[in-house]
């Protein structure tokens, strides 16, 4: 294999060949060209999820979601690593930038390629009728899940460039995980300014949704619609039952006259 940086797998680690694609990624022949390489699969890998994401509305949807989500995870890193660098800079640390950049992408790569592929089973549910407020419970899941996966491997990345190439801090560690709480913040922030991303079928297409309110209010409404939903649901089978018990009674009592022979009366 001539060239290992174009296989796919060579932008991320996995659990086999962590330190090796650490050591490569540390290493003096890793260079911008690799990293212009981790951007573009990024921006494929969340072009992608987003198409997934706004298909439940349209393909208008479909398309600009792919877009935005694209967008947001490069705002997302554009807007967050610059502090971070210099922090870790301040501390000591002895990785260049675009080692530092490097490490931070594989990150990312991994959170989305892994987000890639629940895929089918988000599109299971989409065909299967799922509910609006259902499917975007469950891509907030895929996000957390994923995410984790992810900041892990940034976090194993950095306790490699401390235990075995001694060029990091061991409190840049610990400085990563704070600096991931404030990612993640800024990321909410700015994917509730680019919603709609799934769109609600009731809805008409919009590139941007206008009113107030915050992510976590909006979660709980989620959650609320979708427990509403499950209450109406027994409700309305409730309702029918009551309808259908008086129609058994008649039939009942149908069946009584044919037995009978058409005549209730026992007297005569």
């Not at 962590?18 to 921006?43: C, G, T, V």
């Not at 530092?100 to 549910?125: D, K, N, Q, R």
Request: net charge negative; aromatic share 14%; proline share 3%.
């Amino acid at each position: 294999m001539t060239d290992t940086g174009h296989s796919f797998r060579e932008h991320f680690p996995t659990l086999q060949d962590s330190d090796e694609f650490f050591n490569r990624m540390l290493s003096n022949d890793y260079r911008w060209h690799r990293i212009a390489r981790q951007l573009a699969l990024l921006a494929v890998l969340a072009f992608g999820y987003g198409i997934v994401m706004g298909v439940y509305h349209s393909l208008a949807q479909a398309i600009t979601s792919g877009i935005k989500v694209a967008v947001l995870f490069l705002l997302v890193l554009i807007i967050c690593f610059p502090a971070f660098y210099i922090v870790q800079y301040i501390l000591g640390s002895r990785l260049k930038l675009h080692q530092m950049i490097s490490i931070v992408l594989s990150g990312f790569t991994l959170m989305l390629a892994i987000m890639v592929s629940f895929a089918p089973i988000l599109i299971i549910f989409l065909l299967t009728g799922g509910n609006y407020y259902f499917l975007q419970l469950l891509h907030i899941a895929v996000f957390i899940v994923a995410g984790l996966f992810g900041m892990n491997a940034v976090v194993r990345a950095l306790k490699y460039s401390c235990e075995r190439k001694s060029v990091y801090p061991q409190t840049g560690v610990a400085i990563f995980r704070f600096w991931v709480v404030i990612l993640a913040f800024v990321g909410i922030q700015l994917a509730w300014n680019f919603r709609p991303f799934l769109g609600d079928r009731g809805q008409p297409f919009e590139l941007f949704r206008d009113y107030e309110g915050n992510f976590y209010t909006a979660l709980v409404y989620s959650v609320d619609k979708l427990i509403e939903g499950g209450q109406e649901e027994d409700a309305s089978t409730a309702h029918r039952s009551e309808y259908l018990q008086p129609a058994n009674e008649v039939a009942d009592t149908v069946s009584l006259e044919e037995l009978l022979g058409g005549d209730t009366t026992l007297g005569d």
